[in-house]
Nanobody
């Protein structure tokens, strides 16, 4: 079992920055990858960024060059640095962890609102 707790959401003006944090606990040795998804009202949940246990990263095209995913192994925490935020980034952001064979774990979500 893996537990995920997000923090760092809030309200920011367009062009601003926020940093999301996701603290993981539980069976950390089993985690293959961690990432961030988001879901805007009336839309499907979508992948934002992912980082594997080997440190490889991948980003949605819409956030490339603006968002950076990173992790601190000592703190069992994954971060999402979001710069140059746009109103279309407004969504609930969810932390995600994947363990074998294909178990998905989710955080409770944190609201990010970008005003124009």
């Amino acid at each position: 079992q893996v537990q995920l707790v997000e923090s760092g959401g809030g309200l920011v003006q367009a062009g601003g920055s926020l940093r999301l944090s996701c603290a993981a606990s539980g069976s950390l040795f089993s985690i293959n990858s961690m990432g961030w998804f988001r879901q805007a009202p009336g839309k499907q949940r979508e992948l934002v960024a992912v980082i594997t246990s080997g440190g490889l990263t991948n980003y949605a095209d819409s956030v490339k060059g603006r968002f950076t995913i990173s992790r601190d192994n000592a703190k069992n925490t994954v971060y999402l640095q979001m710069n140059s935020l746009k109103p279309e980034d407004t969504a609930v952001y969810y932390c995600h962890a994947l363990t074998p064979p294909l178990h998905n774990y989710w955080g409770q979500g944190t609201q990010v609102t970008v005003s124009s």
